[in-house]
């Protein structure tokens, strides 16, 4: 869910990225841009996320995170994408909701309604991984997580190195200050949280702590869901925020 995570590190092990990567795929070879063109698109054999994301966007005015799956199967040599059958689901809190992975699983969408940050959290990161992991082999390529903000954008998360992505992750649990997993992960929303609350623009605070996390992030140009551009920093000029609009 949204609203709070970290995507910094400090310190070190000894263990290089490079060393945790090899031998690891690289992840997803389809075009992001048409993979989440795709989702929109009305047909049997397509997802047609626009009404759910209408949906969920009259529930960003409500006090808890509300989200749906959307899953994958192949049947008689067509692959179907489809919104889960337990529909949208109200989470516990305002940053928290349910995302559910297995086999099926391609893809995740929720809100972060009034009150929380409009970009995506640590968590939020975490949960994208955790789909890629459990989803069959011959979906991890379609995996995605997006999010329907209060504002009136829509993000999207997708992955372009798992390897990349599973050992950053795991550095910042090692880095985190806690006893088990839910003191470190509380630490690292909590540092997370206060970045987010200091920063001017959180796309460009949100691509500078997760840019290298084997992650691309993807915004929607219109309500409609009709195009997307890729979000970069342009580290040649003071970090700015480069948009990338699909073809």
């Known amino acids: 869910g949204g609203g709070s995570g970290s995507g ?4 070190g092990n000894g263990i290089t990225k490079a060393t945790l990567l090899k031998g690891i795929d690289d992840g997803p070879r389809k075009n992001p841009c048409e993979r989440l063109k795709t989702l929109t698109k009305t047909d049997s054999l397509s997802a047609n996320i626009k009404p759910i994301v209408d949906s969920l966007r ?20 067509k692959f179907y994408t489809y919104p889960s059958p337990e529909g949208i689901i109200e989470g516990i809190s305002k940053t928290r909701s349910k995302c559910n992975t297995g086999t099926r699983y391609v893809g995740q969408i929720h809100t972060h309604p009034n009150g929380t940050f409009p970009i995506f959290s640590w968590l939020d990161v975490q949960a994208i991984s955790k789909l890629y992991d459990g989803a069959t082999m011959d979906f991890k390529d379609d995996i995605f997580l997006m999010i329907v903000n209060h504002n009136g954008t829509v993000y999207s998360l997708v992955i372009n190195n798992v390897g990349n992505l599973t050992s950053s992750l795991q550095e910042d649990l090692d880095n985190a200050e806690g006893n088990n997993i839910d003191e470190k992960v509380k630490f690292i929303e909590e540092e997370l949280r206060n970045l987010y609350t200091n920063s001017i623009n959180l796309e460009k605070t949100f691509l500078e702590l997760f840019g290298d996390y084997g992650i691309a992030l993807y915004k929607a140009t219109d309500s409609n ?3 997307w551009e890729e979000l970069k920093l342009d580290d040649t000029n003071n970090n700015e925020v480069i948009k990338n609009p699909c073809g």
């Open 58 to 77: 009259n529930k960003t005015n409500l006090n808890k995170e509300y989200s749906i799956g959307i899953q994958k199967k192949r049947n008689y040599g």
């Open 225 to 227: 869901l009709s195009n």
């Open 8 to 11: 910094s590190t400090s310190g």
